[in-house]
């Protein structure tokens, strides 16, 4: 089993920075693309960041400019560094690993719990 665990939300003003760092840890053999998602309240959850295994990256447009997603092969982390905080980036953001091998040719799509971003007005 491959699980994700994400750090670093909480509460900040706009304008201000926060880094979500997700680590996968378990039964890893390969992990493919990684990513980021968000949901808000009475919203669906949408897609932030993405970025693959060789570093080729994509955004959402709403967050264009403001984040960066990275990663780190090595430790099987996905980071996230968010600045000019808005509010309505207010959510919860979710680690994704859509293809998570733990064998050379088995693999399943993995979510992190969820961490908690409230950017105050």
């Known amino acids: 089993q491959v699980q994700l665990v994400e750090s670093g939300g909480g509460l900040v003003q706009a304008g201000g920075s926060l880094r979500l760092s997700c680590a996968a840890s378990g039964s890893i053999f390969r992990i493919n693309d990684m990513g980021w998602y968000r949901q808000a309240p009475g919203k669906q959850r949408e897609l932030v960041a993405a970025i693959t295994s060789g570093g080729s990256t994509n955004y959402a447009d709403s967050v264009k400019g403001r984040f960066t997603i990275s990663r780190d092969n090595a430790k099987n982390t996905v980071y996230l560094q968010m600045n000019s905080l808005k509010p309505e980036d207010t959510a919860v953001y979710y680690c994704?690993?859509?293809?998570?091998?733990?064998?050379?040719?088995?693999?399943?799509?993995?979510w992190g719990q969820g961490t908690l971003v409230t950017v105050s007005s």
């Open positions: 994704n690993v859509d293809r998570a091998y733990y064998s050379a040719y088995r693999y399943r799509e993995v």
